[in-house]
């Protein structure tokens, strides 16, 4: 992996990470799938220049897709209902996984 993709990885990490200790909600507990989205989010700013969600379609409308910009805007929504965000990576801090019920 070259210099720039480990940054952008460090830099998702950092972004998330710091959303998650400011914010109500918490990461995913589990650490290889919040892995997984922060090596989607770092290709997705490498490739189209910002931390677009990666569970989302790019529409090639930037006023559209400023919306899926990580954390993106429905996932306050999505936790509300489901306690986890489309992605999996933002989860409600009461949030138990289904493996744990």
Known sequence: MD?????LEA???KLVEDYAE??????NP?????D?????????????GFFY?????????????AKIICPC??????IEKDGICSCDL???????PASAV
């Open 3 to 7: 210099d720039g993709m480990v940054q």
């Open 11 to 13: 830099d998702a990490r």
């Open 22 to 27: 400011s914010g109500p909600y918490e990461l």
């Open 30 to 34: 589990d650490s290889k799938h919040v």
């Open 36 to 48: 997984k989205i922060i090596k989607a989010l770092a290709k997705r700013k490498s490739k189209n």
């Open 53 to 65: 969600c990666p569970c989302r379609m790019l529409s090639d409308n930037k006023e559209t897709d």
């Open 73 to 78: 805007e429905y996932h306050v929504e999505e």
């Open 90 to 96: 933002f989860v409600s801090q009461s949030y138990k």
